[in-house]
């Protein structure tokens, strides 16, 4: 009889390939969404230059901490009460690393009267993002 070794390291399989494309497309969504909705009259140049600087990190780091989470490994015909407070980690996770790579790697810097400074992330975008990904990927 042959035993299956499961890796501990990706917790991944043939069939999951399908969810992490569609959960990118779902992260993307939710980030350029979040944009659209905190300015209404239109994205500022310097906004949009900052949402396209962050749009692949956000979608990598998305995929990457769904996966540590184990949201790859199953089925989702039977959600419960534990699969959801899952999800909602690591959305969280998620939604915190935005602003840790904002301020780690400066993608995006502004002219100022004090010099360059690192234009971060607004509020309001951080907060749509994380509810609008809570919505897309837990629904």
């Given at each position: 009889?042959?035993?299956?070794?499961?890796?501990?390291?990706?917790?991944?399989?043939?069939?999951?390939?399908?969810?992490?494309?569609?959960?990118?497309?779902?992260?993307?969504?939710?980030?350029?969404?979040?944009?659209?909705?905190?300015?209404?009259?239109?994205?500022?140049?310097?906004?949009?230059?900052?949402?396209?600087?962050?749009?692949?990190?956000?979608?990598?780091?998305?995929?990457?901490?769904?996966?540590?989470?184990?949201?790859?490994?199953?089925?989702?015909?039977?959600?419960?009460?534990?699969?959801?407070?899952?999800?909602?980690?690591?959305?969280?996770?998620?939604?915190?690393?935005?602003?840790?790579?904002?301020?780690?790697?400066?993608?995006?810097?502004?002219?100022?009267?004090?010099?360059?400074?690192?234009?971060?992330?607004?509020?309001?975008?951080?907060?749509?993002?994380?509810?609008?990904?809570?919505?897309?990927?837990g629904g």
């Open positions: 009889m042959r035993r299956r070794l499961r890796s501990a390291a990706i917790p991944l399989h043939r069939h999951s390939l399908p969810q992490l494309a569609i959960d990118g497309v779902l992260v993307a969504l939710a980030y350029w969404l979040a944009y659209r909705l905190r300015f209404d009259r239109g994205v500022p140049e310097r906004y949009a230059e900052l949402r396209d600087a962050t749009i692949l990190p956000a979608v990598v780091a998305a995929l990457v901490v769904f996966a540590l989470f184990r949201m790859y490994e199953k089925w989702w015909r039977y959600v419960g009460q534990r699969d959801y407070v899952g999800i909602l980690q690591a959305v969280v996770v998620t939604t915190l690393f935005l602003p840790a790579y904002v301020a780690v790697f400066d993608p995006v810097t502004a002219r100022s009267a004090q010099g360059d400074v690192t234009l971060t992330i607004p509020t309001g975008v951080l907060a749509f993002f994380g509810l609008l990904l809570l919505l897309l990927v």
